[in-house]
């Protein structure tokens, strides 16, 4: 018990002060609009004054505009330190935060601080808020390695600032993140670009949700205690509840994490899909019937085996056109048989859900007239008592949280005269 309990309180510290952290270096990589045109390394030297000390790709900024815009890089007022200062001039915009760390010991020029900045050069108009978090990163980092390394404030600093700045500017640019190496194995940073709008929020995850992973995913050192440990469980099938129990996590801990993955465009997530589910295909299937792409995408998603032909878009369409009549899945899978067409009926559903063009037909029951337990039959009392017939439980809700199967549920409450069923459409 002790044991887990420790494990579950630093899983929690990594996910809850790290949301990246559950990815290892998973990025998107900017646009052409918003990629970086330059990184530069300003200091403030105690006899020179302030400095370009490092700038990639070199000679970018000459000596003459350098001296024109030095000032916003190392700002005179200390109440600007640690402040997003974004300038626009010439045929660029600047980003960068005059940052101030103290030393953990006295150096031989005098100084106890370090004052310098680190900007990053992008397009007119480009977005900002990526590039915020990564400098606000990159200080946290360079604070807390002068504090245990003196990491500022010995010899070498200039080389070892040197290959963060190239990784900064190759790893963004190339691949939407970077990992570089300082002072030893042990210390790493580890930055990535987030493309996401600041109000765009994880979707809330319920017990009863299949998280689904859309990335080729491999096992990495570098991805925390979470992730490490549900990895081997996430089979495109186990709704959230069984994955935490198998994993032997905390519930909280594993949505956490599967928000994450979403967040990073990693994974989506569905109600279960089983063979008694209900389809209907949406007005999004005209969208993929105009794009080729999204039709070579969907192909080689739902293709069963790649030693035999890929099926064709026009056979895979008509699968989907099958589901406006609202059978069950078995009775659509039973008459056309997908998998005589090298087609996974599985993937195509999740192919389905994941572009919009498949929506499900949920049940969420209502308890009708009178609360008292005494109103309801013997097998409806269970319910009652658990608080499912709110009308916001869902029928794969109530089976997760009672621990029963969708037959039972279904006997129980489909002919039930006290209680009212809600049909809405849905992942």
Same mark, same amino acid.
């Given at each position: ?77 200390? @109440? ?10 010439? $045929?660029? @915009? ?34 900002? /808020? ?43 640019? $190339? ?8 002072? /030893? ?59 935490? $129990? ?43 019937? @105009? ?13 069963? /085996? ?24 078995? @009775? ?57 017939? $709110? ?26 005269? /006290? ?9």
């Amino acid at each position: 018990w002790y044991q887990r309990r420790v494990r579950e309180y630093f899983q929690h510290y990594y996910i809850t002060n790290n949301l990246s952290s559950c990815i290892g270096m998973r990025g998107s990589k900017p646009s052409n609009d918003d990629k970086i045109l330059a990184v530069l390394f300003v200091e403030f030297h105690n006899r020179i004054g302030i400095k370009l000390s490092y700038q990639i790709p070199s000679g970018f900024i000459d000596d003459v505009t350098f001296k024109i815009i030095e000032n916003y890089f190392v700002t005179k007022s200390r @109440q600007m330190h640690g402040r997003l200062i974004v300038t626009q001039s010439l $045929d660029y @915009q600047t980003i960068g935060i005059p940052t101030e760390i103290p030393h953990s010991n006295a150096v031989e020029n005098g100084r106890k601080v370090s004052i310098f900045n680190i900007v990053i050069i992008t397009k007119l108009g480009a977005r900002t /808020d990526p590039y915020e978090k990564i400098l606000k990163k990159l200080i946290s980092y360079f604070a807390i390695f002068e504090q245990e390394k003196r990491f500022l404030s010995s010899d070498g600093k200039d080389a070892r600032i040197k290959d963060i700045i190239d990784s900064i500017y190759y790893g963004i640019n $190339d691949h939407g993140y970077c990992c570089v190496k300082v002072i /030893d194995e042990l210390n790493v940073i580890k930055l990535s670009y987030v493309n996401h709008h600041p109000c765009v929020l994880p979707p809330i995850i319920k017990d009863s949700d299949v998280p689904i992973v859309i990335a080729n995913l491999e096992e990495d050192g570098s991805w925390d205690l979470t992730l490490r440990e549900l990895f081997p469980f996430l089979d495109n099938q186990k709704p959230v509840r069984l994955l935490a $129990d198998l994993s032997l996590l905390d519930i909280n801990l594993v949505k956490k994490c599967i928000q994450s993955l979403i967040y990073f465009n990693l994974a989506f997530i569905v109600s279960p899909i089983r063979y008694s589910n209900t389809y209907y295909v949406t007005s999004a299937i005209q969208t993929i019937m @105009q794009d080729i792409d999204l039709q070579e995408e969907c192909i080689q998603y739902v293709k069963m /085996d790649d030693r035999n032909p890929c099926p064709t878009w026009e056979v895979i369409f008509s699968l989907y056109e099958t589901f406006q009549s609202g059978k069950k899945l078995k @009775q659509v899978f039973l008459y056309e048989k997908p998998f005589l067409r090298n087609i996974n009926d599985r993937r195509l559903v999740e192919f389905g859900l994941l572009r919009g063009i498949l929506k499900r037909l949920h049940k969420y029951p209502i308890a009708q007239g009178p609360s008292g337990e005494e109103n309801f039959p013997p097998e409806i009392l269970e319910y009652q008592r658990n608080g499912v017939l $709110d009308g916001q439980h869902s029928y794969d809700d109530i089976c997760v949280k009672l621990g029963c199967k969708l037959d039972k549920v279904e006997n129980d409450l489909d002919f039930c005269k /006290d209680i009212t069923i809600i049909q809405k459409l849905g992942v």
